[in-house]
């Protein structure tokens, strides 16, 4: 389980990927390289072969499997096209609103809201390493 940032950041951005996808492969140095850039959020790389134990429990039917929370709302969980400034419009969208309205966005849909527990990551990394 990766190892969590101190102190937490507003936003987690983790990518569900596996080793021997090489479409993964060739996102994690533009993945990494836009965490870097923005230091109110975490990035985490999740191998879920690796981490199967505990990353069994997220539904990845494709990759790169993309989750992205503010605090405890999850904003977004899925599939999103490779290309990283996909990734950096919609962190772009999400920095830009208020908690309240990062709060209000996370439970607009019956979809949303069935995020908030089911794929709270914070959660789960908590509960794997006691922190």
């Known amino acids: 389980m990766p190892e969590p940032a101190s102190p937490e950041r507003e ?10 996808c090489g479409t993964c492969r060739d996102y994690r140095a533009p993945f990494e390289a836009l965490g870097k850039e923005l230091p109110d959020a975490e990035f985490l790389w999740v191998d879920i072969e690796d981490e199967g134990d505990w990353a069994g429990d997220f539904e990845v039917d494709d990759f790169p499997t ?4 503010r605090r405890e709302w999850i ?3 899925g599939t ?3 290309h990283v400034g996909h990734l950096q419009r919609t962190l772009e969208m999400f920095r830009s609103q208020s908690p309240e309205e990062s709060r209000g966005y996370a439970f607009a849909s019956p979809e949303r809201r069935g995020w908030q527990e089911k794929f709270d990551f914070r959660a789960a990394r908590k ?3 006691g922190r």
């Not at 936003?11 to 021997?20: G, K, P």
């Open 11 to 20: 936003f987690l951005v983790v990518c569900l990927c596996a080793d021997w």
């Open 127 to 129: 509960q794997q390493t």
């Open 66 to 69: 993309l989750l992205i929370q």
């Open 80 to 82: 999103m096209l490779p």
């Open 75 to 77: 904003l977004f969980y």
